[in-house]
């Protein structure tokens, strides 16, 4: 891959990976740990995982990706999803700032039509190998 591509391909989704790690620096404050694989940086346990299984049922998930930054539950957990991950990291790379808009108005989308709006997403279905 040439310089240009991969700078362009980290740079699009910049505004996501910022909120990712500006959650991401809160979480390691609190405990998490802080790991790069590949191209993407996994934050898990601490603050994190503490909220989530806080939570417990009411939260739907326990892992998200900002950008090319996974928080999750914990590592087991990510090792577990980081396939699933891995894709919505490269959604990020061709929606850039547009992906959180085009992925909530893909779940509005669905929730209208009657669907569920997390597995019916578009995204997800994706993630999910179903689309
Ligand atoms: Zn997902």
Redesign the pocket.
């Known amino acids: 891959m040439s310089a240009l591509r991969r700078l362009v391909r980290h740079a699009w989704p910049l505004p996501w990976t910022t909120v990712g790690l500006a959650l991401g620096l809160l979480a390691m404050i609190a405990g998490a740990r802080l790991r790069r694989v590949d191209h993407t940086l996994e934050i898990t346990g601490g603050a994190i995982g503490r909220i989530l299984r806080r939570a417990g049922t009411r939260c739907p998930f326990v892992a998200i990706t900002f950008g090319h930054v996974v928080l999750a539950l914990d590592h087991d957990t990510l090792a577990a999803l980081r396939a699933?991950e891995r894709i919505?990291v490269q959604q990020y790379e061709r929606w850039g700032p547009l992906f959180v808009p085009a992925y909530l108005g893909s779940s509005l989308l669905q929730w209208l039509r009657g669907q569920d709006p997390y597995r019916s997403n578009w995204f997800?279905r994706e993630?999910f190998g179903d689309a």
């Open positions: 699933h919505h997800e993630a």
